[in-house]
């Protein structure tokens, strides 16, 4: 039998330091009902860091449907004591992949990305799920609901499915990746378009669920932070708890920099690591609010009408930036902002190292050449980025990129610096040969 060890108590906390009040997991709030600031879960956890190294890592190999997901895998991190009760589709198990290509172009001597691509739907977001919709299943309820710009409503549509729950997706009209709205209708859900920006539908739907008991499985749902922040612990294993010095990834709700931050800080409160890495969060130009609000403070202020061709960061008011802003402060990271031109470019490049990544994933590297070149991020350090989604979520995007046909939302140009367009040749052996010829091609 698998050894358990962990949560005894684990109830949720407000996140406001001159409120901290604290409700009961079974409570179906997401954010404190005194205050209206974020939750998260608190559970005072017992561990011996050096004993349950060997243990997750002897777990890889089990066949137990837990022990095969990279997330149940770590479960005594997780509010979760019976997995008799747990939807999963042996998500995580996301490589670390090395990448010298990249790291060139970044001004880099290395660079690892941890590619959430690989997961069951595509994306991070199924680390998550996994936990949201087994919360779902714990409480008894039926139907869940989510609001999304693609790879959200594809990874709900799957575990919601999988779990016997009726997913329901809003979705703004026509600012969806075609790749990722497939897999919603694919997958069984009723989808529902709304003439409205995310930040606007969020808002309709948080009052939809408390009015009709439809459990929301955005990110502003506590249990969603819980099953992201594996990634970080799943990255440590596979690092043999080396802790890198920098980890950046792209921001858009800001819910993987709050998990990865939470991660972090429990795992260096448990002992299982010595030190916390810097983090920076890159965000697309025209939906950059964290970025604004990292540099300015005072009031944090929403962008009214977000654009980007990123459309998995296309959101102008995150809900999770009180988390975010706290892990960047302990973090000593920072915040950048890349354009779409910059974006565009280093998803080619990413493509070149025989890796490839959707639009919001590439922010990544745009902003890690953009931090080297400014001296914030040293050469020698030791950096991973988080791939956020799969290459084929945004197949429109690559295919326009390469034949010069691609324009920011605004109509601007974007010139292609990697362009490699695809040739038509007569149906003819000379002809092809001298093709092959003409373009060097061995």
Not at 272 to 277: A, E, Q, S, V
């Amino acid at each position: 039998m698998p050894y358990t060890e962990g949560l005894s108590t684990a109830n949720l906390l407000c996140i406001n330091p001159s409120c901290a009040s604290r409700f009961p997991l079974g409570e179906v709030i997401y954010t404190c009902p005194r205050c209206g600031a974020l939750l998260e879960i608190s559970a005072p956890v017992g561990l011996a860091a050096e004993r349950m190294k060997r243990v997750w890592r002897e777990r890889r190999m089990s066949n137990a449907p837990e022990d095969r997901s990279g997330v149940w895998r770590y479960r005594e991190l997780l509010p979760f004591e019976d997995m008799s009760r747990i939807v999963t589709l042996a998500e995580g198990n996301t490589p670390v992949l090395e990448a010298p290509h990249a790291a060139r172009y970044a001004g880099l001597d290395a660079l690892r990305f941890k590619h959430q691509g690989f997961n069951p739907t595509g994306s991070f977001k199924d680390n998550g799920m996994t936990a949201g919709a087994s919360q779902a299943l714990r409480l008894g309820l039926k139907r869940v609901a989510c609001v999304s710009t693609g790879n959200t409503s594809a990874s709900m549509a799957a575990y919601a499915s999988a779990a016997g729950l009726t997913p329901i997706i809003f979705l703004p009209h026509g600012n969806i990746s075609y790749g990722k709205l497939a897999q919603a209708l694919e997958y069984g859900a009723l989808t529902v378009q709304v003439e409205a920006n995310f930040d606007q539908i969020l808002k309709l739907v948080r009052e939809l669920a408390e009015k009709t008991g439809i459990y929301l499985l955005n990110s502003v749902n506590p249990f969603r932070i819980e099953g992201q922040k594996t990634i970080m612990v799943e990255l440590l294993d596979q690092l043999d708890w080396r802790v890198p010095d920098w980890i950046v990834l792209p921001g858009g709700n800001l819910g993987n920099i709050s998990a990865f931050g939470k991660a972090f800080r429990e795992l260096l409160a448990l002992g299982f690591i010595g030190r916390l890495p810097r983090f920076a969060v890159i965000q697309a130009e025209g939906s950059a609010p964290f970025c604004s609000y990292f540099h300015r403070r005072g009031a944090f202020t929403p962008v009214t009408k977000p654009e980007t061709l990123a459309t998995a960061i296309r959101i102008g008011d995150p809900v999770s930036w009180p988390k975010a802003i706290q892990v960047i402060d302990e973090s000593n990271g920072v915040v950048e902002k890349v354009s779409e031109q910059e974006i565009a470019d280093a998803k080619a490049v990413i493509g070149q190292c025989g890796i490839g990544c959707e639009p919001a994933s590439a922010a990544t590297l745009a902003g890690m050449r953009k931090l080297v070149a400014s001296g914030m991020m040293r050469k020698e350090e030791s950096v991973v980025a988080v791939l956020t989604g799969h290459v084929l979520k945004d197949p429109d995007y690559i295919y326009r990129y390469h034949t010069d046909q691609l324009a920011t939302p605004s109509g601007g140009k974007i010139s292609p610096s990697f362009a490699n367009r695809p040739v038509s040749v007569a149906a003819d052996l000379d002809s092809i040969a001298w093709l092959l010829e003409d373009r060097r091609i061995s």
